[in-house]
């Protein structure tokens, strides 16, 4: 619960820098998106049987969405795609080689 | 977990699709919980990026300010032109009895977030001020910004001019050359269906043609960039460098009667 707290208010502020903090730092009218990529470092480094990647895909879709013209649910559909699948493939396929070679 | 997850999250998807009116209201308390935040983090990127701008650019700021200085007296000399023929205009203006045209009414309203990947802004006026969807917006040299988008209560989404849906007329006026400018996202912008015998070139004016109805007449788009002809093209396309810049707009204009 606490985890999930901090994951909600961390993703909230990461939304807040994106919309205006970040906007002043574009690299050829390109701003990096802060929330994708804490998104996927975040389930690609966590231990594949933890599930808070996923929540705090959702969490970062939620506020994506909210400032983005976009209806509520889209970006959240996207990240959580993402997440599941980082998970599956590290879950299926690289932990078994992990586990094979070690 | 995961099932649950996906479970809300769809759920959240079927229930803002069916009721617009609860995502209104939730994207309007997150925009009034969050602006005075969001404007204290853009004043603070605004200084930081200004920083390191300065720092970059001292080698070409000698050179810059000379090439200003020789378009600024290029210019005074034209506003010197261009202040006798408005006094020759209001002459005949009054000798044939016509009136000069009305201004804009306009709303001021700041920037409260901006979103480049999508070429949309979020302004601190919305529904409770009067406005209204497709409704101008402008900057304060009366350059087009773009339009109304989504209207909250106390907030509005502008859509910018260089958004993938944003399409309109316009015209160079000093040489009677129409086209359609067109949001390419990214923030670019390109001015289309200009016929291959019409000459145009890099440093021209584009200003809103009357057509079409959504903008008022006599707006500044932009200036043109590189041209792209090609003989096997029926028309020749132009990039278009926007007459505003995304980093430095804080306040905006809305023209709410034209």
Redo the contacts between chains.
């Keep these: 619960m606490r985890k999930s707290l901090i994951l909600i208010i961390f993703f909230y502020i990461l939304a ?2 994106q ?8 690299f050829s ?3 990096p ?1 802060l929330l994708l990529i804490t998104v996927l470092i975040l389930n690609i480094l966590e231990e594949p049987r933890e ?1 808070n990647g ?2 705090g895909a ?1 969490a970062s ?2 506020f994506w969405d ?9 970006h ?2 996207i990240l ?1 795609g993402i997440a ?1 699948l980082i ?1 599956l493939i590290l879950r299926n396929y690289l932990q078994p080689l992990i586990r094979r070679r070690f | 977990m995961i099932l649950i997850i996906i479970v809300i999250a769809g759920l959240l998807v079927i229930f803002s699709l069916n009721l617009p009116f609860f995502q209104k209201q939730l994207k309007g308390f997150f925009y009034f919980i969050s602006s005075p935040i969001q404007k204290t983090l853009w004043r603070a990127g605004d200084k930081v990026s200004d920083f390191f701008e300065v720092i970059g650019e001292i080698r070409n700021l000698k050179r810059e300010n000379e090439e200003l200085k020789l378009k600024n007296q290029e210019l005074v000399s034209q506003i010197a032109q261009l202040a006798e023929l408005k006094k020759e205009n209001e002459v005949l203006r009054d000798a044939l009895g016509i009136g000069l045209e009305k201004e804009f009414k306009l709303v001021l309203a700041e920037v409260v977030s901006k979103d480049i990947s999508q070429d949309s802004i979020l302004i601190n006026k919305g529904s409770k001020d009067g406005i209204r969807k497709n409704l101008p917006v402008i900057g304060q040299q009366k350059n087009l910004i773009g339009k109304i988008g989504e209207v909250y209560e106390k907030f509005s989404r502008v859509i910018l001019i260089s958004n993938k849906e944003s399409s309109f007329d316009a015209q160079i006026p000093e040489k009677d050359i129409s086209g359609v400018v067109e949001g390419k996202g990214n923030l670019q912008l390109f001015l289309d269906f200009v016929p291959q015998e019409k000459e145009i070139k890099e440093g021209d004016f584009i200003i809103t043609a009357s057509l079409g109805g959504i903008f008022p007449k006599g707006l500044l788009v932009g200036e043109i960039g590189k041209v792209l002809r090609s003989d096997v093209e029926p028309f020749q396309q132009a990039k278009i460098k926007p007459a505003f810049d995304i980093r430095e707009l804080e306040t905006v204009f809305i023209i709410t009667d034209f």
């Design positions: 807040l820098l919309t205006s903090f970040l906007i002043h730092f574009s009218k390109i701003v998106n599930n996923i929540f959702v879709g939620f909210i400032f983005s013209d976009k209806f509520i649910g889209f959240i559909l959580a599941v998970k």
